[in-house]
């Protein structure tokens, strides 16, 4: 065959690389176990031999007949090891509840990661015009674009390490409970599990915010500090140089008649 050909059919055959997809995995689960600091210790083991750390843990003694014992685990391992770590914890005992869920971000990672690129090339023309600037006047004008430009930039990747931090670690909300009349009330765990993770949301939203807002006041110091005094000297030198302002003249008194 002709070669023209046969470089047609290579170009139809290449296929795009599919883009990496980024997915949020969490996971309760719920044991039912006989002994309780050994079922822990069982799943701390487990949890470091899938490469993965425990975040967070909480223990209840049961204070009563009707109570028990309970141990709830925040535990964090790779994607890789998550389904694997799944199974292996359900067999420290009973299983009275699991729940597994997923959420794909590779959207907004795919637009945090795109806007970043944009927002670091304004932030290299801004700079190389102020390396072109002759006037101070457009300097100054510069240097406050570069430090908005700057903020913005420092706010788009701190939403992506967020992003990477999520997708980069499973979470497994692993529940602990010993043998008794009752457990932990699903009503409850619920109210419970939204209000962390509306005070988690909460808190991360108040120190990006807060964290930018640092940063614009950290950029704009420095050039109101050199700027003051500049502004200060300029304005004292145009009171000075204004005319003084000129006394009205007294108006004439009206004439008083003599006396006849």
Known sequence: SAPGASDAKGSRGATPRPAASHIVHTASLEVRVDAMEKAADSARTLVDRAEGYVADEVTRGGSGDEDEDYSRMTLKVPPARYSQLLDDLEELGEVEERKVSSEDVTGQVVDVESRLRTQRASVERVRKLMDRAEDLSDVVTLEGELSRRQADLEALEAQLESLQERTGMATVTLTLVTEGDSSPREDDEGV????????????????????GLLVIVGSVLPFAVVLAPVAWLLLRRRRANAPAAVPAAPSASPAVPAPA
């Open 192 to 211: 419970w599990d939204a209000f962390t993770g509306a005070l988690a949301d909460g808190w991360h939203a108040f120190y990006t915010a807060f964290r």
